[in-house]
């Protein structure tokens, strides 16, 4: 029988306990008609794979490491249902989320769901109020704007749903994309520019790691600024971005209140240099390497 949805997730060196998080998430989802297509990018570790026991589950394994793009294609090619939706390693999945997947795809072509950072610690909690990964606690329409009618013009790869047909007709994620970060902006603008509308569904939710060291804060947004040095080359043109971030970060003041609104205003001033500095230390690569573009 044909899985109602086919759960793709790219994988590499993943954290046996976050693994296991995931998996248990996925064992107690409402809809129970799925399958999970698991995709290991090369692991010199894949000993956290021993909690996998269900029949749904597959684990296919890259011959080396191609990053999370191509794991997501691979993922999706090998995928049977005509519904695909693109999770981590590091997310837990609501009870609920596959069946809010498969009701609401049927009515539209790519939906974006609800990304909730799970905090735990106060550092953790300001990284969240600045809406990332996904919309972190500030929430994902006060990062990317939604209409009226509930639709936007981007989304992340951690809750993102797809009919399969019009994944493939987009091109897929673009594998030459040398980040980890990024490759679902410029498919969501592909899609835009495409005629498709990305539908926001709050219901379906997934909750993400928090961001809970200062070191691994800022190594995150030194590749997101390599990332977006990239998205600038593949988009050329980004609109009103600039605008749109100074609006993200009001939400996120605002969001702050009292007590956080310190901390908050230091990382996004820490998140502004860094991915500066990341575009910088990108675009020098690329010169002195232009091979490697």
Same mark, same amino acid.
């Given at each position: ?42 692991? @010199?570790?894949? @000993? ?29 090619? %090998? ?48 990284? %969240? ?8 606690? /500030?929430?994902?329409?006060?990062? #990317? ?9 981007? +989304? ?13 007709? /987009? ?5 030459? +994309? ?32 928090? !961001?809970?060291?200062?070191?691994? +804060? /800022?190594? #995150? ?11 600038? !080359? ?12 100074? #609006?993200?970060? !009001? ?22 240099? +860094? ?16 091979? !490697? @573009?």
């Amino acid at each position: 029988m044909i899985p109602s949805v086919s759960v793709v997730i790219p994988s590499y060196n993943p954290k046996t306990s976050l693994l296991r998080e995931l998996y248990d998430s996925l064992l107690s989802q409402s809809l129970g008609d799925f399958e999970v297509i698991l995709v290991d990018d090369a692991s @010199s570790d894949v @000993s956290a794979y021993a909690c996998i026991q269900d029949k749904r589950f597959r684990i296919l394994y890259q011959g080396r490491n191609h990053g999370p793009a191509a794991c997501r294609n691979r993922g999706a090619r %090998a995928a049977e249902s005509e519904f695909l939706f693109f999770t981590d390693t590091d997310c837990v999945l609501d009870p609920d989320a596959l069946k809010q997947v498969v009701d609401n795809l049927y009515g539209g072509a790519i939906l974006m769901g609800n990304t909730i950072t799970r905090v735990r610690t106060p550092f953790g909690r300001a990284v %969240a109020l600045l809406g990332f990964p996904g919309g972190g606690i /500030l929430g994902f329409d006060k990062v #990317w704007r939604v209409d009226e009618e509930g639709y936007t013009n981007s +989304f992340s790869s951690c809750a993102l749903a797809f009919r399969k047909v019009v994944f493939e007709t /987009l091109g897929e994620f673009d594998e030459t +994309f040398p980040v980890a970060g990024g490759e679902d902006t410029v498919l969501a603008r592909q899609a835009v520019l495409a005629g498709c509308r990305i539908r926001y569904v709050p219901a379906i939710r997934v909750f993400h790691v928090e !961001k809970g060291d200062l070191c691994g +804060f /800022l190594r #995150w947004q030194l590749t997101r600024g390599r990332g977006n040095y990239h998205i600038k !080359k593949r988009v050329d043109k980004v609109g009103g971005y600039l605008k749109l971030r100074f #609006w993200t970060f !009001k939400n996120s003041l605002r969001a702050a209140g009292p007590r956080y609104f310190l901390p908050v205003g230091a990382l996004i001033v820490l998140s502004v240099a +860094f991915q500066l500095t990341g575009m910088l230390l990108e675009a020098r690569r690329i010169n002195h390497h232009p091979h !490697k @573009s």
